[in-house]
């Protein structure tokens, strides 16, 4: 989270701050890309793409404290992933040749990167795991740091439904996370 100076990065990325957008970006876009692994594999870096599209687009007119931009931005995220599901049960969509992947930039700490990825991405998979509405809250609960109301509020169930599913959730990801301890320690 930013903190203090959330008022002032937001007002200057609002008036097309290059920097004081970024610092809104390095902030949120590590755990919106891996809300959106998780909630629509395959689809996140898109999805992400085109939810900073639309932040981009309404950051003017936004207004809240840090909390809120970050229940603004992940309710973007959502409406997005809800509204490429629905795209995609009506068409297919059409897969991308290798080639055209060729050209594309890596990224500027590749060493790095790979140890983020290796550790979020055994992460994700495990809440992955998890039935979609429990993976879902659990995601903006720990990933995206969001509070039952906000978390409720992006959902549209009631805050007491929001607590069970996080509750049943984190239970069930114990188990799995002690069953993988004894079966490593059998072996």
Known sequence: M???????VLAAAAGGDDAAFRILWRDLHPALLR???AFAPG?????????WLRVVRGL?????DERA???WVFTIARNRAVDR????????????????LVDLPGPDDPAGAALDAISSRAAVALIATLPPDQAEVVLLRVVAGLEVAEVAAITGKRPGNVRV?????LRRLAERLAEGVRVRGAV
Do not use: K, M, N
């Open 2 to 8: 930013i903190g203090p100076s959330f008022e002032a």
């Open 35 to 37: 809300y959106l692994h």
């Open 43 to 51: 689809a996140a870096d898109d999805l992400a793409s085109e939810t």
């Open 60 to 64: 003017d007119q936004f207004s809240g």
């Open 69 to 71: 931009f970050r229940a």
């Open 85 to 100: 599901w629905r795209r995609r049960t009506r068409r297919r969509d059409d897969p991308v040749p290798l080639e055209a």
């Open 165 to 169: 599913l996080a509750h049943r959730a």
